[in-house]
Each structure stands twice: as structure tokens, then as C-alpha cells.
């Protein structure tokens, strides 16, 4: 219940403020990530009732709502919403396939398996400056041959097209 009440806030803030860099997000999710990791849930104990409590809901449930923002913001913007929202049911899957190595690796350690799916999350999205329209990708772009323009190969056209004369070199 109250993972659904963070996402339903975190789609509340993006629809609030409207979001355009993901970045400070994503910089916020894997800190959060990262406290997680380091503190001990022992750390709260010492606290008084209502604190403790709080504190650890905090540390525990901030990933959730960064994470929401991060998903809610990319899948606004998104050009083809039905591939998008299929690939974060995949991810769902491929991260609760991972929640095995729990198992064999500790909580702490499958924290550090998220950590780094976020990571490569970020790399790969579009607008971070990290993913194929930022400066890994314009680097991709250019030893690729298409000199960082968008489309594919070294046509102008903005989507592939089955039609020859679709593709002018210009």
C-alpha cells in the first residue's frame, strides 16, 4: 500500500512540475540506493518511537519514489508509450528474476545489482546527456558514421522507410 502511495505521489509531482532533466533524479534514486546499502536498519533502533518509524520509511521507501518519478517523467515524453510500458514490465521481471541472487548474495548486495540497472538506465535514456542524444551517444553517432544526426546510417530520414527513394544522401 504504501509503495502504491508513493508512485500515485510521484506521478502527482511530475504532473505538478513537469520535469524536464532526469538527471537530479536519477542522481537522488541511487543515493537513496546507496544509503540503503550503507546504513543499517539497526541505526534506527536507538530512536524514539514515532522517528524511528519515520526514518526508516524514509530510507527504505525514497528509491520507490525517485524511481516513479524517473518512469513517470520518460513515460510522458514517450513516442511510443505501448513498447515503453511493455519494456518496464520486462525490467519488472528481469528485476524480480534478480531478487534470486538475494538468495545466494544478501539484501545489501542485490541493492548493488540495483544500483547498477539504474546506472545503465541512465546511460541508455535519451535526454540525461548520457544516453544517445548526449555526448556518449554523439560519440557513438560519429564513430557509427551517422555524424550525430538523428535517423539511422547517413540519410537524413528520421525512421526507416521500405521505399528506396525515401533514402537521399544529402
Known amino acids: 500500500m504504501r509503495s502504491l502511495l508513493l508512485i500515485l505521489a510521484a506521478n502527482l509531482y511530475v504532473r505538478a512540475t513537469g520535469p524536464v532533466r532526469l538527471w537530479p533524479y536519477y542522481t537522488l534514486l541511487v543515493a537513496s540506493l546507496v544509503a540503503n546499502i550503507v546504513v543499517p536498519m539497526s541505526a534506527f533502533l536507538a530512536l524514539p518511537g514515532w522517528e524511528k518509524v519515520a526514518a ?17 517523467t520518460s513515460f510522458r515524453a514517450s513516442r511510443n508509450p505501448g513498447v515503453d510500458f511493455g519494456s518496464n514490465v520486462a525490467g519488472a521481471v528481469l528485476g524480480g528474476l534478480c531478487e534470486n541472487f ?17 546506472l545503465i538506465s541512465m546511460a541508455l535514456r535519451r535526454g540525461t546527456g548520457f544516453g544517445p542524444t548526449g555526448i556518449a551517444g554523439r560519440r557513438l553517432n560519429g564513430l557509427m558514421g551517422t555524424g550525430g ?22
Open 56 to 72: 526508516s520509511c524514509a530510507v527504505v521507501f525514497a528509491p520507490i519514489f525517485f524511481a516513479g518519478i524517473v518512469f513517470s
Open 102 to 118: 538475494s538468495l545466494v548474495l544478501g539484501f545489501n548486495y542485490l541493492l548493488v545489482v540495483a544500483v547498477a540497472f539504474y
Open 149 to 170: 544526426r538523428a535517423g539511422h546510417g547517413a540519410c537524413n530520414c528520421p525512421r526507416p522507410s521500405r521505399s528506396p527513394r525515401a533514402h537521399r544522401q544529402s
